[in-house]
C-alpha cells in the first residue's frame, strides 16, 4: 500500500468537508493568496478565488489594527441571497494559511466543519511538511 | 495622455502603496511606456535584462517541450518582479511590487489589464 | 594567409563576432601568458574549441576574458571535431553573464565532484528526498537538484521519457541570468523563479549558499501554486540539512 500524501491527505480532507458540511467550494491558500488545495463541485477558478480570500483577510488584518482589536479569526462576507464567503486565517508551524469556504446560505452550519478542518490540516502539515 | 499611458496610471493607482514600477517593453529590450516610484531605478537596464530573461525562458521552455512562456515571477527578498508575454510576443510587460502585495491578486490584475495594454500598444 | 594581434587592441569577443560575421572558414589561434587555446570557425559559427584537454563551449567562457595576449588566425583551416552547438551570440552572452558573476564555476564544480566521489550515499538520499517531494506536488511532472554548473546531483520524473539532464541545464542558464538581472538591478536577494507556460509551472529555488538550488515542473492544468511554492520551500530546507558539510 502506497504512502498517502500531505497533499492528497488534504484534498481529501476538502472533499469530505464539502460533502459533510454540504459546501459547493472550499479552497485552502497561502497568504499570498496561491491556491494550496480546493474541492468544488461545480465550476471554480482556484487563482481567483485564493486571491480574494487573501485580499480579503489582509484588509482585515488592517481593520483589527486600525480598531486595536486582536486578529480576526473568521472573516465572513455576505451576498444578498443570503450566500456567504467564509475565511479563517490560521498559522500552521510558521505557515499563514487561509481556509475559505462558501456557504450555501445563512442558517448553514459551518464552524464546527470549518474548525475541524484547520485542526487536521495542522496536523497533517506538522506531519508531512516539517 | 496616451491610452497607454492611461492603462498604467490605472495600474499603479489599483496596486496603490504595493507599487514599485512598471514598463511595457518591445523585445528589443526597449520601453514604450512605464512609471516607477523611485527617481534612481534604472527602467532602461531593467527593461533590457529581462527582454533577456524572457527570451530565454521562452527556449529553455522551449527546448524541455513545456510549451511557449506566458509570464515570468521573480522573488526576492525585497520585490515580486513580474513580466508577461503581450499578445503575439513581440512585447512584454514588466511590473515590480513591494513584498507586501497579495501575489495571487497581482497575477489576477495583470490577467485583466494584458489585453487592453496590448490594444492600446500603437501599431 | 591568416591576421596577426594583440588582445588589446582586438577583443576575444569582436575576433569571434567578426569571424562568424563574416562566415570565415578559419582557425583562430590565442596565446594568453602560457595558455593556447584554438576557436575553430564554419559557417558563421564557432564550431570547436580546445585549451589543453578542455574542448567545447567551456573554453569560450574561459577565455573570454583574456585582454592581454596574441592571437593568430588561419584562414581555411578545418576544424578537426565539432564540439559547440550553440550560436555564436549565445556563446557570447552566457561568456559575458558568467563572466559579470566572477569565477564561481571552478569552485563549484569542485564541490560537486566532492560531493560525488566522497559519499556514496549522498545521491540515494537527494532521490529519496525528491521522490518524497514529487509525492506532495500537486500535477508533479518532474524535479531536479543541480549544481549552478548545470550538473545535475539528483532528479525524479513522473515519465521516465523526461530528460532530466537536459532540463538541469536549460534551467541553470535561466536561474543564473534571473540572479544576474536581479543583482544588476539592486532588487535583491533572489529567492526564488517560477515560469508559467501554456503546459507547464516551471519553479527553481536556491538552496541555502546557493550553490545548488532546487527545479520543479508541474502541470499547468492540474498543478497549483500555492502548493508548488510551499513544498519546494519545504524541501529544499530538507535537501539543504542533506548535503555533506
Not at chain 1, 71 to 81: C, G, L, P, Q
Not at chain 3, 34 to 63: S, W
Not at chain 3, 230 to 235: G, Q
Request: glycine residues 8%; negative net charge.
Amino acid at each position: 500500500m502506497t504512502k498517502s500524501s500531505g497533499s492528497s491527505q488534504i484534498n481529501q480532507l476538502l472533499t469530505e468537508m464539502n460533502a459533510e458540511a454540504d459546501f459547493p467550494i472550499s479552497v485552502l491558500a497561502d497568504s499570498q493568496g496561491l491556491p494550496i488545495a480546493y474541492a468544488a463541485s461545480q465550476g471554480i477558478d482556484p487563482e481567483r478565488q485564493s486571491a480574494v480570500v487573501a485580499l480579503v483577510q489582509k484588509v482585515a488584518l488592517q481593520v483589527s489594527k486600525q480598531l486595536g482589536m486582536a486578529e480576526a479569526d473568521e472573516i465572513s462576507f455576505f451576498d444578498a441571497n443570503g450566500q456567504h464567503l467564509v475565511c479563517r486565517p490560521f498559522q500552521a508551524d510558521e505557515h499563514n494559511l487561509i481556509l475559505a469556504v462558501i456557504v450555501p446560505d445563512r442558517d448553514h452550519n459551518y464552524r464546527r466543519a470549518t474548525s475541524h478542518a484547520v485542526t487536521e490540516i495542522r496536523n497533517i502539515l506538522k506531519t508531512f511538511w516539517k | 495622455m496616451s491610452k497607454l499611458e492611461q492603462l498604467i496610471n490605472q495600474i499603479r493607482s489599483e496596486l496603490g502603496a504595493d507599487f514599485v514600477s512598471t514598463d511595457v517593453v518591445g523585445m528589443d529590450g526597449l520601453s514604450i511606456a512605464g512609471g516607477s516610484i523611485s527617481p534612481d531605478f534604472n527602467a532602461t537596464e531593467a527593461s533590457a535584462r529581462f527582454s533577456m530573461v524572457m527570451k530565454l525562458a521562452e527556449r529553455v521552455s522551449g527546448k524541455i517541450g513545456m510549451g511557449e512562456v506566458e509570464d515570468n515571477l521573480v522573488t526576492t527578498d525585497k520585490a515580486y518582479i513580474l513580466t508577461r508575454f503581450l499578445g503575439n510576443g513581440s512585447y512584454y510587460w514588466g511590473l515590480a511590487v513591494t513584498r507586501n502585495a497579495t501575489l495571487g491578486s497581482v497575477r489576477i490584475l495583470m490577467n485583466e489589464y494584458a489585453e487592453q495594454l496590448w490594444d492600446a500598444i500603437p501599431r | 594567409m591568416g591576421m596577426q594581434g594583440n588582445l588589446r587592441d582586438m577583443a576575444i569577443t569582436d575576433l569571434i563576432e567578426h569571424n562568424c560575421q563574416s562566415r570565415k572558414t578559419a582557425q583562430l589561434q590565442i596565446q594568453h601568458l602560457e595558455h593556447t587555446a584554438d576557436l575553430f570557425f564554419k559557417d558563421g559559427n564557432v564550431v570547436h574549441a580546445v585549451m589543453g584537454r578542455l574542448e567545447g563551449e567551456e573554453v569560450i567562457y574561459r577565455i573570454i576574458n583574456w585582454d592581454d595576449g596574441s592571437f593568430n588566425l588561419l584562414s581555411g583551416v578545418e576544424a578537426p571535431a565539432v564540439t559547440i552547438q550553440a550560436g555564436w551570440s549565445a556563446l557570447l552572452l552566457e561568456g559575458a553573464r558568467r563572466f559579470d558573476e566572477g569565477s564561481l564555476m571552478e569552485d563549484t564544480t569542485q564541490s560537486i565532484l566532492d560531493i560525488q566521489s566522497e559519499d556514496s550515499t549522498m545521491a540515494p538520499k537527494f532521490d529519496e528526498i525528491l521522490k518524497e517531494m514529487s509525492g506532495e506536488i500537486t500535477g508533479f511532472i518532474a524535479c531536479t537538484l543541480a549544481g549552478m554548473d548545470g550538473i545535475n546531483l539528483a532528479s525524479h520524473t513522473r515519465a521516465k521519457t523526461t530528460d532530466a539532464e537536459a532540463i538541469s541545464g536549460q534551467m541553470t542558464m535561466l536561474l543564473k541570468l534571473v540572479d544576474t538581472s536581479v543583482g544588476h538591478l539592486g532588487a535583491g536577494e533572489l529567492e526564488d523563479n517560477l515560469t508559467t507556460t501554456a503546459n507547464a509551472y516551471i519553479l527553481m529555488r536556491y538552496l541555502p549558499g546557493k550553490q545548488y538550488y532546487m527545479g520543479v515542473a508541474a502541470d499547468r492544468k492540474t498543478g497549483n501554486l500555492g502548493n508548488m511554492r510551499l513544498i519546494s520551500k519545504t524541501y529544499a530546507e530538507r535537501l539543504a540539512k542533506a548535503m555533506p558539510r
